[in-house]
């Protein structure tokens, strides 16, 4: 994973570059993060892309802080989505989560669409925090080192709330 160069050594081609280089490996998983919370594919893509656009126009405000550029997107995706939110009060996520094909067996896709219905509800079940550690973690792919970044939180408080938010989702789905 790139590490952006140390403050008083960072010149703003380096930090671009730093953020290039990381578009292939964060634009999927911010893209997955985003779905996870608005429920809709294209939206999910608009803000992983929109990321990426406020980054670039914010890399002089970037600051290293111990902690990689990849928690900072997902920070700024964070912010994007409860914008979103802010800004259409009457958006509504899609309870209909889409599983690809792929060519699958129509039972087998049938099977996938009910298992992530179940997880959804199960989901909206656990507390506000307990659902973004959840997302972060699993559908973002962020350390619960980032996880906290992003969140404002002490890693052992995300640990902790990760432990309890799958105790209480295998609770429920098992």
């Known amino acids: 994973m790139p590490q952006v160069p140390a403050e008083d050594s960072h010149t ?9 280089s990381l578009f292939d490996s964060c634009y999927p998983r911010l893209a997955r993060y985003a779905y996870a919370r608005l429920g809709n594919p294209t939206d999910a893509e608009d803000i992983a892309a929109e990321v990426f656009v406020r980054a670039f126009e914010a890399l ?5 802080r111990g902690l990689p550029m990849e928690a900072w997107l997902f920070r700024i995706a964070h912010n994007l989505i409860v914008d979103r939110y802010r800004r259409n009060s009457r958006f509504q996520r899609s309870e209909e989560v889409e599983v690809e094909s792929n060519g699958e067996d129509p039972i087998t896709i049938a099977e996938q669409r009910i298992l992530m219905s179940d997880v959804r509800r199960a989901m909206q079940r656990l507390t506000p925090d307990q659902r973004e550690v ?10 619960s080192k980032e996880t906290a970044q992003v969140m404002g939180k002490k890693d052992g408080s995300v640990r902790e709330m990760q432990r ?11």
């Open 12 to 20: 703003t081609r380096s930090m671009e570059e730093c953020l290039t």
């Open 60 to 64: 002089d405000s970037f600051r290293e």
């Open 134 to 143: 959840v997302r972060l973690r699993f559908f973002g792919g962020l350390s």
């Open 164 to 174: 309890a938010a799958l105790e209480k989702l295998r609770g429920l789905l098992g």
